[in-house]
């Protein structure tokens, strides 16, 4: 990417999120009431998350899980995790608890449009070329964000230890292309095939490289299912 797109894409994240900080500020005052109301704990998620260059930094989102609820499982939730309190489901159906994570797009920790961050033990899977996508600053959401937008249903039932390798593996084939072929065009699209996603009960699965992304004007995209963990994990 050239600096100057680098400038541009500088420039989205903080007019993006400021405004959308600013626009659903009362939203944001009544979740915070409404998490602290309905379960003990703080209103915010502090989670260490590793960044650009392997630098680790804490995401902050609305608390959607018990106090203290990495320690007594998974960083990794699937769909019916008792961890999660009953409000915490209506956030991470509806994504409202990532509101909170524009404040780290502000401080320069996170993109709106970059691979998704994942806590240490899983970074410590990643290979050598995989490693690559940690050039990027981090961001809440990309083409593998949209992808596998139903994760927590795919791993509904399953060890999480085993059934998530896979999908991450495979998310990170979708960054690394991503890494290849970025551009603040691109970004764009991928911006707003994610909010066309959060109105569709099944996600759209992107196929090919970035230059054929959806709304670049010349090519389709049906929606389908979720992919499916691989058969040798089910």
Request: zero cysteines; glycine letters at 6%.
């Amino acid at each position: 990417m050239a600096p100057r797109n680098f400038s541009s894409k500088r420039f989205l994240d903080i007019i993006l999120s400021a405004g959308i900080l600013v626009f659903f500020s009362p939203i944001l005052l009544f979740l915070a009431f409404a998490v602290k109301i309905t379960s003990p704990g703080p209103i915010f998620f502090l989670g260490e998350r590793i960044g650009r260059g392997g630098n680790p930094f804490r995401m902050i989102k609305f608390r959607t899980m018990v106090g203290d609820a990495e320690k007594l499982g998974p960083t990794v939730t699937a769909e019916g995790d008792p961890r999660v309190t009953r409000i915490g489901r209506l956030l991470r159906r509806t994504k409202l608890d990532e509101l909170p994570t524009l404040s780290n797009v502000l401080r320069g920790e996170m993109s709106i449009v970059g691979p998704r961050p994942e806590t240490a033990p899983w970074i410590a899977l990643y290979t050598p070329e995989e490693r690559r996508v940690l050039l990027l600053q981090p961001g809440i959401t990309s083409l593998a964000t949209v992808q596998y937008r139903h994760e927590e249903k795919l791993l509904s039932g399953k060890n999480i230890e085993e059934a998530y390798p896979p999908i991450m593996k495979d998310k990170l084939r979708i960054e690394q292309e991503y890494l290849r072929s970025r551009s603040f065009l691109a970004d764009l699209r991928i911006i707003t095939l994610t909010i066309l996603a959060l109105f569709q009960k099944h996600t759209p699965e992107p196929n090919g490289p970035l230059s054929q992304l959806p709304f670049s004007g010349n090519s389709k995209v049906s929606p389908t299912r979720a992919p499916k963990v691989r058969r040798h994990y089910e």
